[in-house]
């Protein structure tokens, strides 16, 4: 499966943007499927989290301005944001996760860029 990202851009601060990761196969196998981050120096973190039931989390920055969701029928995956802060910026990358917790696959992205602009 092959993850590509897209919806990055340039926006203002205060804005919104609704990132998509496209794979090229069925989603439904994916146990987790994750957004994380990428600022220039800094170590990738971890957005949200979104399981095959549904189930989401978010990293305190994203709470209440991210809302991740999935659409298996579509085999993708969005990050809708708001409320953007230049801080936001960054290389956002998907990455999915299927198997077992001793036998399993990861795949991610390549990355959309986010910047932010105050």
């Known amino acids: 499966v092959q993850l590509v990202e897209s919806g990055g851009g340039l926006v203002q601060s205060g804005g919104s943007l609704r990132l998509s990761c496209a794979a090229s196969?069925?989603?439904?196998?994916?146990?987790?499927m994750e957004w994380y981050r990428q600022a220039p120096g800094n170590e990738r973190e971890l957005v949200a989290t979104i399981t095959d039931d549904d189930h989401t989390t978010y990293a305190d920055f994203a709470k209440g301005r991210f809302t991740i969701s999935r659409d298996n029928a579509k085999n993708a995956m969005y990050l809708q944001m708001s409320s953007l802060k230049p801080e936001d910026t960054a290389v956002y990358l998907c990455k999915a996760k299927e198997g077992t917790s001793t036998l399993y696959s990861i795949y991610w992205g390549p990355g959309t860029q986010v910047t932010v602009s105050s």
């Open positions: 196969g069925s989603i439904l196998k994916m146990n987790v």
